[in-house]
């Protein structure tokens, strides 16, 4: 599906827009939980088929974006596999399973978010032009390269070699 863009919209109307409550005699979607990161709204909806007497619970993914004259959404479904995993965790426990592989992503990106790292750890990146760096700093998380310092965004690490020097964490 494609983007939805509303001219006049701003990002509030866009978010009260996907969240909102649809009631009609043949169907009805409720939000239960949604949270934003950023410009994704993450939402558990609760759909009832009024006629055939069947109810369903999912996560749909809303990205969000602008043309400049009014802001819009895509919405992505868990079983549709979405390139983003900032989903709450909470969320996953609320709906029944529909793509096992983006879950297991989505628990990886909270494991990388939370991690605690000691001074002295050296963290293997990817997706970066460096390919490690030795952490030297805690908040922000900074590394050294090769003389020089970096800011680190958690999402960048893919495993860590521990130092095993410092019981610091940070």
């Not at 999402?155 to 610091?168: F, K, L, M, P």
Request: with cysteine; hydrophobic share 35%.
């Amino acid at each position: 599906m494609g983007w939805l863009i509303t001219p006049g919209a701003t990002k509030k109307d866009t978010i009260q827009h996907v969240t909102r409550l649809e009631d009609t005699e043949s169907y009805r979607w409720e939000t239960l939980r949604y949270a934003i990161r950023g410009n994704v709204v993450w939402r558990v909806v609760q759909y009832l088929d009024k006629v055939n007497q069947i109810a369903d619970r999912f996560i749909v993914c809303y990205l969000l974006g602008t043309d400049g004259d009014g802001w819009g959404y895509k919405d992505i479904e868990e079983i549709m596999g979405p390139y983003y995993y900032s989903c709450p965790a909470s969320f996953l426990k609320l709906v029944p399973i529909a793509n096992k592989d983006w879950r297991e992503e989505v628990y990886r990106y909270h494991e990388r978010q939370y991690r605690r790292y000691n001074l002295g750890d050296v963290l293997i990146l990817w997706g970066c032009m460096i390919p490690q760096v030795t952490v030297v700093q805690a908040k922000p998380l900074i590394g050294h390269f090769q003389g020089m310092r970096y800011r680190i965004r958690r999402q960048y690490v893919d495993r860590v070699i521990s130092a095993g020097t410092s019981s610091e964490a940070v």
